[in-house]
């Protein structure tokens, strides 16, 4: 249940694949690695660019979570809000997909739940991170987004309204994003 800790190397002695698109890291140049579980055998390379997702250095259940925000995240990025209606549509879209990423998270307390139960008197500790993780869940779940227009009073003409909405949704995008990612599970 840890995050692999990732090690820099600043000059590679020889080329090494890169896991995250499987381009080459030429020799000479710096690369980065880490190992997921414990005792594992398998070195993960990464060069410079290519930063490891959290997903992939965690070794145990919590990857499922963040997995889950990682998946939440890029669905939300891609919605892009372009027109008034159409930014109330996303404006939904949003609250299912954070929505659809509190169920996957519970589905992993229910993992420790588990785990926990088939551990008896020894699984107190598990119990109190699955109630963490769901705690997690239900603030990711109650996250609601406003595109009210501050300026009500103000004639402006549709062009600038369209802009506008555009700008307030993006705003708003990022503050589920922000709100995925500032959830803590611990
Ligand atoms: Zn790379």
């Known amino acids: 249940m840890s995050v692999a800790r990732i090690y820099t190397v600043n000059k590679s002695k020889r080329d090494y694949t890169c896991g995250a698109t499987g381009h080459t890291i030429p020799a000479g140049s710096p690369y980065r690695w880490f190992k997921v579980g414990f005792r594992s055998r398998t070195k993960q390379i990464r060069c ?3 930063d490891p997702k959290m ?3 965690e070794s145990s259940k919590m990857a499922g979570v963040w997995a889950a ?3 939440a995240e890029s669905q939300i990025s891609a919605l ?5 209606y159409r930014a109330y549509i996303d404006l939904d879209n949003i609250t299912l997909i954070m929505g659809d990423a509190a169920d996957a998270i519970r589905e992993v307390a229910d993992e420790y739940r588990e785990a926990a139960e088939a551990m008896g008197g020894a699984g107190e500790e598990m119990e109190e991170k699955a109630d963490l993780i769901e705690d ?3 603030e990711i ?4 987004g ?5 300026d009500d009073d103000e004639e402006i003409d549709p062009d600038e309204a369209i802009s506008d909405y ?3 949704f993006a705003e708003v995008r990022d503050e589920a994003i922000s709100l995925l990612w500032d959830t803590t599970f611990d």
């Open 146 to 150: 406003d595109l009210e227009d501050p």
């Open 55 to 57: 997903s992939e250095r």
């Open 48 to 50: 410079m660019d290519h």
């Open 166 to 168: 555009e700008g307030r």
């Open 136 to 138: 997690g869940a239900s």
């Open 80 to 84: 892009a809000g372009d027109v008034e």
């Open 141 to 144: 779940e109650g996250w609601s």
């Open 69 to 71: 925000l990682e998946d």
